[in-house]
C-alpha cells in the first residue's frame, strides 16, 4: 500500500514518534523510508562573517537528528534514504514528498499554544493542508 513512506524529522520527540510509526507501517508494507530534516534557513546570510561556522553547526545539528532517527529504524531490512535540507520545513517536505512521489507522509507536532499556532501556522497545518499524499501527524 505504501511503497515510499517521508518521515519528516525535527528533533521532537513528537517527530521521533513519527519514526516509530513509520518503522511498524514499513514493516508492514515493505516501504522505503526516507526521513528528511530541514534546518533553518540560513543563505541569505551569506555576507555574514559568521556564515559559514552557522551553516556547518545547522547541518551537524541536522545530521545529528538524522542519525538518531536512523538509530530507530536500525534493524529494518527496508532502503532507507536520508534528506538533509535547508529552508522553511513545510515546503522542503512538500517538495521531497512530490519529487520522490511518496505515498505518505508521517511528522510529529510539537504541539503549540493555541494561539501562537494561529499566529504563526504550523508546519503539520502547511503540510497537511498541500502535500501531495496522505499525512500521518503524530502526537
Known amino acids: 500500500m505504501f511503497t515510499c513512506i517521508i518521515v ?4 521532537s520527540k513528537n517527530g521521533f514518534q513519527a519514526v516509530d510509526h513509520a518503522r511498524e507501517l514499513g514493516a508492514r508494507f515493505n516501504s ?9 534557513h540560513t543563505s541569505d546570510m551569506r555576507t555574514y562573517e559568521a556564515y559559514d561556522r552557522l551553516l556547518g553547526e545547522r547541518k551537524a545539528d541536522g545530521q545529528k537528528i538524522l542519525d538518531q532517527a536512523r538509530t530507530q529504524l536500525e534493524k529494518l531490512p527496508l532502503e532507507i534514504s536520508e534528506d538533509l ?18 505515498e505518505l507522509i508521517i511528522m510529529g507536532t510539537r504541539g503549540r499554544g493555541t494561539l501562537k499556532g494561529l499566529l504563526l501556522g504550523s508546519v503539520s ?13 503524530v502526537r
Request: charged share 20%.
Open 8 to 11: 519528516a524529522v525535527d528533533g
Open 32 to 40: 522505503k523510508i526516507i526521513l528528511v530534516h530541514a534546518y533553518p
Open 85 to 102: 535540507l535547508e529552508g522553511p520545513a513545510a515546503e522542503a517536505i512538500i517538495r521531497v514528498a512530490t519529487t520522490r512521489k511518496a
Open 125 to 137: 497545518t502547511k503540510i497537511t493542508n498541500h502535500a501531495p499524499c496522505p499525512v500521518l501527524v
